[in-house]
């Protein structure tokens, strides 16, 4: 596109997406006007036809005629509006009452507590059979009032909405009291309005993860870096929440007010980032959103991987927020990840994987098209994509709908572990298979457990993660215990950095609350197993524009490693 030699001239008021720069010549009849709006009609009226727009800065060459938008000719012509004004006019009452409640909301939002001691000190931890546990607690939930629900009857909502109880527990709380609007109790027909605050006093039972310590790589004024053991969520999500990388780095470790810089998988180990200031969180994440950062992987896949590099483009589309899951698709966002194998022990390979762009999922999902699956990604390594488990995108045929349906078909019949912290889908009830015989009291077969269903709605909390429950009769293997995790480890961990209290080596009975009205305490889940709380995916290295981490590899990532090593 040639450029006009004169200047540019761009009024005042008038939206830049809906704007046309124009060129005045020095000594043309423009110079002459004074006036803003006479400026701005006059150069309107004399645009040259056809207008080239300037790519560079407009997003649509359609512009408003200033008189279109100050109405000052015939009383015809004051009369006359157009559709927008009309509905601006029409509607100008309720939209302003529901900008004001929206930002109202926000003030409201602002004042509600994060994560203080108070929070941090609800509950504590206790080691159990190589597992890091939460005893069970009282906890609050609460959510805003959405706009599609106001004028709906409490009850009718909770019913619908949040499918985690049915609805004669629901009244039952509204009823008690422990369901509040405003921290105020409420008859069971009452009618939701803007701004009203939801809260549900609930007894919060947490997943168990391992008790594999955190251990820092490296720690200064500015940042924190961390290797993550597999299992352990970032922040909190869903059914976890002290069971968290940022709770158990501020209750064991001192290191509280972290900036999450990225994340990582809730079932991928390695490198995790944190900020010690807004300042450093924002510069380091705005050097990975601009690709800044090299990041290298390590994982293990099913098969012999070619010898040579692999370098993957297809683009990835996310199927569905809700739960969670990615597919190659034409109609993707643009990536590329780099594979290389690093070593073959004849059933499965060892490979490096350098992503150069930060898509969900993306090296699961370029390894699934490739046709070599993360060995035990259970996500993308499932015949729910069809007997060729998405190898070269082939789906079996399905369409998005049928494997969305299908995926949480599977979740809900096998209390599936494949839904990311990321996922908005939750277990709800749990399956036969994951309850132990000896069962506390009786149970109303239609009381569900206390699931997060729609959790960004119920709670402050980012969106849900899965529960992790072992599906096998047969007693798990003996892990380390953490004080064995401790002095295993070369790194810096609780013990030596902080000296801050470690969990109950031992369950304390002492600290265990029980509510008459839980469904969870009146059931016994049995414990998940090493392989559960595991998938061969690590976060080995990263490396900005002045600073690069590494951590050790895990045991799996050995050449000569094989399944029979597990224990």
Not at 454 to 461: C, G, L, P, W, Y
Not at 494 to 508: I, K, R
Not at 554 to 560: H, K, V
Request: glycine content about 6%; charged content about 30%.
């Amino acid at each position: 596109m040639q450029h006009h030699p004169g200047s540019w001239y761009l009024p005042w008021g008038v939206p830049l997406q809906k704007m046309v720069a124009v060129p005045i010549h020095p000594g043309g009849p423009l110079q002459q006007l004074h006036h803003p709006a006479l400026m701005q009609s006059a150069m309107l009226a004399g645009l040259p036809a056809p207008l080239t727009p300037l790519r560079t800065f407009i997003t649509q060459p359609a512009m408003r005629q200033p008189s279109q938008r100050k109405i000052c000719g015939s009383e015809k012509e004051k009369g006359k509006l157009s559709g927008t004004e009309k509905r601006k006019a029409d509607d100008g009452e309720p939209n302003k009452d529901l900008k004001k409640a929206k930002l109202e909301t926000k003030a409201l939002k602002a004042k509600r507590p994060g994560f203080t001691d108070d929070r941090y000190n609800e509950t504590s931890y206790y080691i159990e059979n190589g597992l890091r546990k939460v005893y069970p607690y009282y906890f609050t939930f609460t959510t805003f009032t959405k706009g599609r629900w106001v004028g709906e009857r409490i009850l009718d909502v909770f019913a619908r909405e949040f499918r985690a109880h049915p609805a004669e527990e629901y009244e039952r709380c509204i009823r008690a009291g422990t369901l509040t609007v405003n921290y105020e109790k409420v008859p069971t027909d009452y009618k939701l309005k803007h701004n009203d605050l939801l809260a549900n006093v609930v007894h919060r039972h947490e997943v168990p993860v391992t008790c594999h310590p955190i251990t820092i790589v490296h720690m200064d004024e500015d940042v924190v870096v961390v290797n993550k053991p597999a299992s352990i969520p970032v922040h909190p999500c869903g059914r976890y929440r002290h069971n968290t990388v940022v709770f158990i780095l501020a209750k064991e470790y001192n290191l509280k007010n972290l900036r999450t810089i990225h994340r990582l998988d809730r079932l991928t180990s390695g490198l995790l980032l944190f900020g010690r200031s807004p300042k450093k969180a924002r510069q380091m994440e705005h050097q990975i959103r601009n690709r800044l950062v090299q990041k290298e992987y390590v994982c293990r896949v099913e098969g012999e991987f070619p010898s040579e590099i692999v370098e993957c483009r297809e683009p990835i589309e996310v199927v569905s927020y809700k739960i969670g899951v990615c597919k190659v698709s034409p109609k993707g966002k643009d990536c590329v990840t780099t594979f290389q194998k690093l070593g073959y022990n004849g059933k499965t390979s060892i490979v490096l994987c350098k992503p150069r762009t930060g898509r969900m999922h993306q090296i699961r999902v370029h390894l699934q098209y490739l046709g070599y699956p993360v060995v035990n990604d259970p996500l993308y390594n499932h015949v729910v994509f069809g007997p060729a488990k998405g190898r070269n995108g082939d789906l079996g045929g399905k369409t998005d709908e049928e494997l969305v349906r299908d995926l949480i078909n599977i979740h809900n019949a096998e209390n599936w572990l494949g839904m990311d912290g990321d996922s908005d889908l939750s277990m709800f009830k749990p399956m036969k298979t994951d309850i132990d015989e000896t069962v506390v009291g009786d149970l109303d077969p239609k009381v569900r457990v206390l699931g997060d269903d729609d959790a960004e709605s119920v709670s402050r909390e980012p969106s849900p993660c899965e529960d992790t429950c072992d599906t096998s009769s047969e007693p798990m293997p003996m892990m380390p215990s953490i004080e064995t995790c401790r002095n295993n480890s070369a790194k810096v961990t609780v013990a030596t950095q902080t000296g801050h209290e470690a969990p109950d080596l031992a369950f304390n009975p002492d600290k265990m609350t029980v509510d008459k009205h839980c469904y969870e305490c009146k059931v016994r889940y049995r414990d998940p197993k090493p392989q559960d709380l595991v998938m061969y995916l690590h976060a080995w290295k990263y490396k900005g524009p002045d600073w690069e981490y590494e951590t050790e590899l895990p045991d799996w990532a050995r050449n000569d490693w094989t399944e029979e090593d597990i224990v």
